[in-house]
């Protein structure tokens, strides 16, 4: 039995929000990834390290439900969400939903 990576981890919570990810090889080499909204298709660098892959992967689901969700319940219900809320406010830099709300991000000065 193999043990779980934080990229399985990631390909997880992307599968949860609807999204296939797929590893390619033909990125250049300062493309960590790329969101393709309407395919609902995460592409990653397959040449980057575990845990480049992991971020980019977090990152564009990010991206996925900061523009492109409707549906902020049901985005709330993700177990990106909710291991975000399960950090303490201190050791991170990421709003929670409910902390957005009171809180919201100035424009352009996003996550």
């Known amino acids: 039995m193999s043990a779980t990576t934080m990229t399985d981890i990631a390909v997880n919570t992307a599968k949860h929000l609807g999204l296939r990810v797929r590893f390619v090889d033909d990125l250049p080499a300062d493309v960590h990834g790329k969101l393709l909204p309407v395919e609902r298709l995460v592409l990653v660098n397959a040449l980057a390290p575990d845990c480049e ?3 980019t992967i977090c990152h564009e689901c990010g991206h996925y439900l900061i523009h492109f969700r409707c549906s902020v319940p049901r985005a ?11 950090v303490p406010a201190v050791d991170r830099v990421v709003p929670t939903p409910a902390e957005h709300a009171v809180r919201p991000v100035a424009a352009g000065k996003g996550i």
């Not at 709330?76 to 399960?86: G, Q, T, V």
């Open 53 to 55: 892959r992991s971020f």
């Open 76 to 86: 709330c219900e993700s177990p990106l969400i909710n291991l975000i809320e399960a």
